[in-house]
């Protein structure tokens, strides 16, 4: 069972928490046989120079497939798939249109793409949930989210329109159907009453996110959890937990990531949960 913290008038306090539902058992890979070579092989002719999109993908790809190996290791061989074509498709076009920060691009997989995922340790979607990634930025959480829960919806709204760009760009090489990007700031966004969740990394603090999140949220409950505002969050947080309205406080859980993952990056890092 995982261990949140609740927060309380007089402080934060450990509950227990139910685990997210077990996850897809993978399919058993297919083993065919193997003719031997009888002749000896001609020396291989070097034709043409690999692309940087190649050269990326060659020395990228190990690390989030070794990422996913430890930390989702029955993710389905097709959504593994995606996630390795996903870090050569960013590589590219940040280096055209910078949405990640130069020297963080190098980090991708960890900072961008498991950080993303962390909500996945902490939650489980079921399939025809809508959920909209608030102030998306180059895709994250929303796109790696989008891969690892194929049934259900994602809505990415920006306010600046390349970055937006680059997600419908990664979202059409992927073949995410399950994602639509929007160019749009919050406060122009018309889509009252549509989301179950509504997701934010970095964007903004608690109590900004929650009155942005509340009228964007569905009355109907589908989870075990209410409807509420998922966010990615490091440092301390007592006061912007205490700065929430009403008795939001009272109905906020904190996730440490340091639970989940073992890298350094996330010793301080959260998923906050704040019912809508």
Known sequence: MDVGLRTKD???KNILLESPQSKVQSPK????????????????????????????????????????????????????DQFARLV?????????????????????EERHILHSLAIAKVFSFKPGAHLLDLGTGGGFPGVPLA??????????????????????????AMGLTNLTARHNRVEELKMNGQFDFVLSRGVAPLDKLLVWSQP???????????NGLIALKGGNLQMEIKALPGKG??????????RYFGEEFFEEKMVVYVQG
């Open 216 to 226: 964007l949220l569905k009355k109907k409950h589908l989870h075990a959890y209410p």
């Open 249 to 258: 406080d009272d109905y906020t859980e904190v996730f440490p990531l340091r």
């Open 88 to 108: 050569p498709l960013y590589t590219e076009w940040n280096a055209k249109i910078n949405v990640i920060s130069r020297q963080d691009i190098e980090n991708l």
């Open 29 to 80: 890979s297919k083993i065919t046989s193997i003719t031997p070579i009888t002749s000896t092989p001609s020396t291989p002719s070097i034709t043409s120079t690999p692309s940087i999109t190649s050269i990326t993908s060659i020395t990228s790809t190990p690390l989030i497939m070794t990422l996913l190996e430890r930390y989702f290791p029955d993710l389905p061989p097709e959504q593994r």
């Open 147 to 172: 891969i690892m829960f194929p049934e259900v919806k994602f809505t990415l709204v920006d306010g600046t329109g390349k970055k937006i760009r680059v997600v419908q760009e990664v979202a059409d």
């Open 10 to 12: 007089k402080g934060i």
